[in-house]
């Protein structure tokens, strides 16, 4: 359970067309692999900041955003957002820097390629001297290319499922028969 929040200074959140949480969650290994997507606190529940974002992108009002907790799913519109255990199971595109990565000097000073960032969801997040770092199945990532690949996902609507326990029994089941035969001949 969410104890308490940490919010951006009120001008900025009165500026913002949504807002979001930005939590991950480590599994057993310390890998994150998943992203919570509702926590309650106090009379509210925080959807993470993938969802307010693509909201935006597709140009969806904020009141047309909903969680059907029991259905574990999210309407963005007339976008669903399939979820497993209230979690997006994150469908990681490679390592890090597979999402397009410039520096902050670069567009202040006006040296970016021209038209890098038009049209573009543009997420500005701490790189430099390994803060905000941590490990996904392919290597360790600054915690912004992993709302990156959150916000990916979900734009393509592809996010890594779970296999059923029926699947999983019935697939070792065939492998360890399959073995068992190779053995054999």
């Known amino acids: 359970p969410v104890r308490g929040l940490l919010v951006s ?31 309650r606190y106090q009379e509210g529940a925080w959807l993470p900041f993938a969802v307010p974002v693509v909201g935006a992108f597709w140009g969806v009002n904020r009141g047309a955003v909903a969680w059907l907790g029991p259905q574990q799913q999210v309407k963005v519109g007339e976008h669903t957002i399939a979820l497993e255990k209230n979690a997006l199971w994150l469908n990681y595109r490679g390592p890090q820097k597979t999402f397009p990565t410039y520096s902050a000097a670069d ?3 006006h040296r970016l390629p ?7 969801i543009v997420l500005i997040g701490v790189t430099r001297l390994e803060y905000d770092l941590v490990r996904t199945p ?4 600054p915690g912004v ?30 492998l360890g ?7 054999l001949f």
């Open 9 to 39: 200074i009120p001008e900025a959140s009165a500026a913002a067309k949504g807002m979001g949480m930005a939590m991950l969650s480590e599994d057993e290994t310390r890998t994150v692999r998943r992203v919570p997507f509702v926590q």
């Open 107 to 109: 567009l202040v000073e």
């Open 114 to 120: 021209e038209g890098a960032l038009r049209g573009k």
């Open 138 to 141: 392919f290597s360790r990532a």
């Open 145 to 174: 290319e992993v709302q990156a690949t959150a916000i990916d996902n979900v734009l393509r609507g592809d996010p890594m499922r779970r296999s059923t326990e029926r699947f999983d029994l019935l697939a070792t089941l065939g």
């Open 177 to 183: 028969l399959l073995v068992s035969a190779l053995f």
